[in-house]
């Protein structure tokens, strides 16, 4: 089955830099993008940042692009998210998320447990 | 504030009907696939809708979504105490640099 292990996460000070990363499994990893989504306390869901199949194009919400940056390394099913001068409101939980269309960009499949952020 | 505009709570009894809409514009919803999220308590969103109108395996088909012009809807049907959760819409907007964007979310309650 369909598998994505986020791990990275922790407790880090204002202006600081953390690196998330996922590992996927049970599927065709190399094949499908990636999408980072996280979820601040109390508030919904907000879509962070997304990564093609093959680490050729990646997308970042606008208040987040220069400070986030997305890379993938596919001989190692791993996707990394690199976290920098963060601030208290890059706090929550971060999620990797599978895209659902081989090769594009369409939905969001399947979803890892999250690792959160505290930025204090 | 979010680009896609759904309602922040709706509430319906067991066995009912409810409806929860997404708005949104001609670079989003208009032009792209829409695709619906259930957010249970404490745990994992999961994916309930895919392509406006599209059933993962495994969702009961309670839960069904359309799309018109630029806006969309969830219908559940068969309320059960077991579908409180807050619901998402997703979709791309294309206007400049493309971007996933999520709706502010609906707290579906079931008394």
């Known amino acids: 089955q369909v598998q994505l292990v986020e791990s990275g996460g922790g407790v880090v000070q204002p202006g600081k830099s953390l690196t998330l990363s996922c590992v996927g499994s049970g599927f065709s990893f190399k094949t499908y993008a990636i999408h980072w989504v996280r979820q601040a306390p109390g508030k919904g869901l907000e879509w962070v940042a997304f990564i093609s199949f093959d680490g050729g194009r990646s997308y970042y919400k606008d208040s987040m692009e220069g400070r986030f940056t997305t890379s993938r390394d596919n001989s190692r099913n791993t996707v990394s998210l690199h976290l920098t001068s963060l601030r208290s409101e890059d706090t929550g939980r971060y999620y990797c998320v599978k895209d659902g269309f081989s090769y594009g960009w369409g939905y969001l499949d399947h979803w890892g447990q999250g690792t959160v952020v505290s930025v204090s | 504030q979010s680009l896609l505009t759904q309602s922040p709570s709706i509430s319906a009894a067991p066995g009912q009907k409810v409806t929860i809409s997404c708005s949104g514009t001609s670079s989003n919803i208009g032009n792209n696939f829409v695709s619906w999220y259930q957010h249970?308590?404490?745990?994992?969103?999961?994916?309930?809708?895919?392509?406006?109108?599209?059933?993962?395996?495994?969702?009961?088909?309670?839960?069904?979504?359309?799309?018109?012009?630029?806006?969309?809807?969830?219908?559940?049907?068969?309320?059960?105490?077991?579908?409180?959760?807050?619901?998402?819409?997703?979709?791309?907007?294309?206007?400049?640099?493309?971007?996933?964007?999520?709706?502010?979310?609906?707290?579906?309650?079931?008394?």
Do not use: M
Request: proline share 7%; net charge negative; hydrophobic share 30%.
């Open chain 2, 40 to 111: 249970l308590p404490g745990k994992v969103p999961k994916l309930l809708i895919y392509d406006n109108d599209k059933r993962p395996s495994g969702i009961p088909d309670r839960f069904s979504g359309s799309k018109s012009g630029s806006s969309a809807s969830l219908d559940i049907t068969g309320l059960q105490t077991a579908d409180e959760a807050v619901y998402y819409c997703g979709t791309w907007d294309t206007s400049l640099t493309p971007a996933f964007i999520f709706g502010g979310g609906t707290h579906l309650t079931v008394l």
